[in-house]
């Protein structure tokens, strides 16, 4: 398969390109919410705020333009937010960090210290938490902590999801689009008032597509798309108060995720210094099954009433989804290196928050409680050969049992002249081993937050909000699946095999229950405390996560801010390891900024310098096999990290026609203390997040052929990753080397329009990653056979658009 790939490096003229226009035009965000004015409306402090005036470090992005780009889910706006780094290799397990904050724990005990919330409803970090956009207004970033408003799950940011209410007209639309690798997408709303009082939006939006790599051990495509969803919501509007009843419905059903070998689907235990360019390698992935899944539903109840002295908000919700991955871990189709993973998960939540909010004086302030609590199950399992399971053993002990009980069976039978025996091979039996997780939450939490206006020009900003969490797991893993390999052990017990072997002086009586005991015992999941039965866990967190911020108004336009805020991820449990407890995580953030507008130039911009400390930050390493360990394990890890950090932000609309935006962030991060599985002390090294990510954009409509031409560009840059003693030895950053994990990115999206003068239709072309760079990300757990992996970006898709709007 031949696939272009970026060079080792940015070109500089590239990188000087995006630092210029995010430092000249001061761009601030990559937002086009509004046509005909500049003025954003934002709810990141639980209030309807001018962007500009909200002394937080956040970026927002309209639903228009995220429809305008061909962005589908979050997954593939991180490239325009400098900071954020989404990685959807597995589309029910993605991973999410914000200044270079966030976790690769995959199991069902944790949360993410970054929070993604849905019109204020938390969503979790697996299989809910990236669902197709549908009828978004708009989303808002918030870099550092946001515990005091949003919670618990916010210690590194949030992500607010901001979707359409209902209005009391009648709108109807719809979209099309039909690309290359077979992309069909569609979408379609209409909305009507019923009464006088109460209206009715419905959405729905279907993403599909045909896989752009094909694998060579069946001939089917994979690395395709299957999302569909709708959206129904009914909006009650009284003459002081309102209610907004909503549901959203998705299925998502698609292939595994493709896995490339490094190397060149042989075995081979080298390390990083022997791996090949995977680009280079035919896909060739042979696990049964192979395919991610997902059926979420939610309902939101959000009721708005006046009282003598404030306003009260309630907010009712439930979200259920069930979820599942299965992919091959060997990126070959060789029997002996035959390995596949799978997990289905099922989860429920429900969520209440009462919210009351006023203005008192010169105080304008949000109080609140808020119950929330989760159930949910998984079972995680590793599926390998018994022929694959001696290339494990034999590496790491020396030893190929299955191999050699066939050879000792066959021996016997030809020596005894038992035709049973001869016919005996235990090769290629099926061997699959499970770990069942069940977890049960509660979260309760008080807040507050005031802004008191000391004086016309100034504020001052006192906020806490004080949380328990309890929370309950269990583990089980029963003895390994092999029906096939047990047929065959339970002939060989009956025909006296083991004894006979004895007896010949073939095998010691020691050697022959060693190698009978390895038949029968788990290699992956091992503990005998929760093999017979589930073995439970218990434990409890308190926090209170306060913020100060002074913010004063240098004129009517500039506003400079000084902020201090503390963060709280509660602890939880490690889905794999038995026991495996992780405490709570605690970041405190100092930070100072200025934004402001210059209108007679239709500028806006926003600068901030930031400093943040991260205590015993945890998440789930996979710790390379070994000699004392033929299968690679997940471990918890904790560190210690500290950043200093820049971020650049603004908009600047040129004239009638054009507009241009870009953000850059700066981003030093380096461990404060931590010791890698491997042994290595990280202490001062980076952690990984590179220096540098910007984005910047270009914007235009003009009136062309008795309608309206639009062009909207969008680009992406995210610096090389910053290596450290640990990452370079595992391979999982090796930017420089022919694997490239690590490399700097970029991405390009593009569409160029016209809409007729009636505004009532229009046809568009729409080009996502036009420059067709495709990126990877390694996956050391391969190594246990030999035959390590590299998951692998997708290419350029072109589509042509039609719109319609009545």
């Known amino acids: 398969m031949k696939v272009s790939l970026i060079q080792q490096r940015l070109p500089l003229r590239l990188c000087a390109s995006a630092v210029s226009v995010a430092l000249a035009s001061m761009a601030t965000t990559t937002s086009f919410a509004q046509e005909t004015e500049q003025v954003v409306v934002v709810t990141a402090q639980s209030r309807s705020q ?90 808002e970033v918030l870099k550092g902590p946001q515990g005091t408003l949003f919670g618990r799950n916010a210690a590194a940011g949030a992500i607010s999801i901001v979707t359409n209410d209902p209005v009391n007209r009648v709108e109807a639309n719809g979209l099309v689009r039909v690309g290359s690798h077979g992309t069909r997408h569609a979408e379609a709303l209409y909305n009507t008032p019923l009464t006088d009082s109460l209206s009715l939006r419905i959405s729905a939006v279907t993403q599909q597509d045909d896989g752009w790599a094909r694998n060579a051990y069946n001939g089917k495509r994979m690395g395709d798309d299957g999302d569909r969803g709708v959206r129904a919501a009914v909006r009650w509007q009284g003459d002081d108060s309102a209610a907004t009843l909503s549901w959203e419905h998705e299925v998502m059903r698609a292939s595994g995720p493709p896995v490339f070998s490094l190397t060149n689907n042989k075995i081979n235990y080298g390390g990083p210094a022997t791996w090949t360019n995977p ?21 939101t109840l959000r009721i708005e009433t006046p009282l003598s002295f404030a306003t009260l908000t309630s907010t009712t919700a439930y979200r259920h989804y069930n979820a599942q991955n299965w992919q091959d871990n060997d990126a070959g189709a060789n029997a002996a290196t035959a390995l596949s993973t799978g997990i289905v998960e099922s989860n429920a939540t429900w969520q209440q928050e009462f919210k009351l909010s006023g203005e008192t004086g010169k105080i304008n302030w949000v109080s609140g409680v808020s119950a929330y609590r989760e159930r949910a199950a998984s079972v995680q399992s590793v599926s390998a050969t018994t022929t694959s399971l001696d290339t494990i053993i034999n590496h790491s002990a020396g030893l190929s049992p299955y191999a050699t009980l066939t050879a000792l069976a066959q021996g016997l039978g030809k020596a005894t002249g038992n035709a049973a025996l001869q016919g005996v091979n235990l090769l290629g039996q099926s061997w699959s081993e499970y770990m069942h997780d069940k977890g049960e939450y509660r979260a309760y939490a008080v807040y507050g937050d005031a802004i008191w206006h000391v004086s016309d020009s100034s504020n001052l900003t006192l906020g806490g909000r004080y949380t328990h969490d309890q929370k309950s797991f269990s583990w089980y893993n029963p003895a390994r699946t092999a029906s096939g390999l047990d047929t065959t052990l339970a002939a060989l017990n009956q025909a006296n095999f083991f004894p006979s072997l004895v007896a010949a002086r073939l095998l010691t009586a020691t050697q022959a229950a060693t190698l009978k005991a390895v038949t029968t015992s788990n290699i992956q999941f091992t503990n005998p405390g929760s093999a017979k039965a589930a073995f439970s866990a218990d434990k409890s967190w308190n926090n209170f996560s306060p913020r100060v911020v002074l913010d004063h108004h240098l004129t009517p336009d500039h506003m400079a801010y000084v902020s201090w805020s503390k963060g709280y991820q509660s602890g939880g449990f490690d889905a794999v390891g038995v026991n495996g407890q992780y405490d709570k995580e605690l970041v405190t953030n100092l930070e100072a900024g200025l934004k402001g507008s210059v209108n007679s130039l239709g500028l806006s911009y926003g600068a901030s310098v930031f400093r943040y400390k991260y205590t015993n930050l945890q998440s789930l390493t996979l710790v390379p096999a070994s000699a004392t360990s033929g299968i690679p394990v997940y471990q918890i890890v904790n560190s210690d990290q500290k950043a200093t950090g820049v971020d650049l932000e603004g908009q600047w609309k040129l004239n009638r026609i054009w507009r241009l935006n870009g953000s850059l962030e700066y981003l030093d991060q380096t461990y404060d203390h931590y010791v890698a599985p491997t042994g290595v002390s990280l202490d001062g090294q980076p952690a990984g997040a590179p220096y540098l990510s910007a984005s910047a954009g270009v914007a235009a409509k003009w009136p062309v052929a008795d309608g309206k031409a639009d062009v909207n560009l969008m680009y992406g840059y995210q610096g090389k990753k910053r290596c450290n003693a640990d990452t370079s030895a595992t391979g999982n950053c090796l930017p420089d080397s022919v694997v490239g994990a690590g490399k700097a990115r970029e991405r390009v999206d593009a569409r160029v329009g016209w809409t007729a003068a009636s505004g009532r239709w229009g046809v568009g072309l729409v080009v996502s990653n036009l420059t067709n760079k495709q990126y990877v990300s390694v996956s050391t757990l391969g190594s246990a056979v030999g035959s390590p992996y590299v998951y692998v970006s997708k290419p350029r898709v072109i589509a042509l658009e039609l719109r319609a709007q009545l």
């Open 50 to 139: 001018q962007i500009q005036n909200v002394p937080i470090a956040v970026q927002t992005m309209s639903g228009a333009a995220l429809k305008d780009i061909g962005v589908a889910n979050l997954g593939d706006v991180d490239a325009f937010v400098p900071g954020l780094s989404i990685d959807t290799s597995q589309s029910v397990r993605p991973s999410v960090y914000l200044r270079g904050v966030g976790t690769q724990d995959f199991g069902i005990g944790t949360d993410s210290p970054v929070g993604i919330y849905t019109d204020g409803v938390y969503t979790g970090k697996n299989g809910g938490s990236l669902l197709n956009f549908n009828d978004v207004k708009r989303i």
């Open 279 to 299: 680009l280079n390698t035919q896909l060739n992935n042979d696990a049964e099954p192979d395919m991610q899944g997902r059926t979420f539903d939610g309902v």
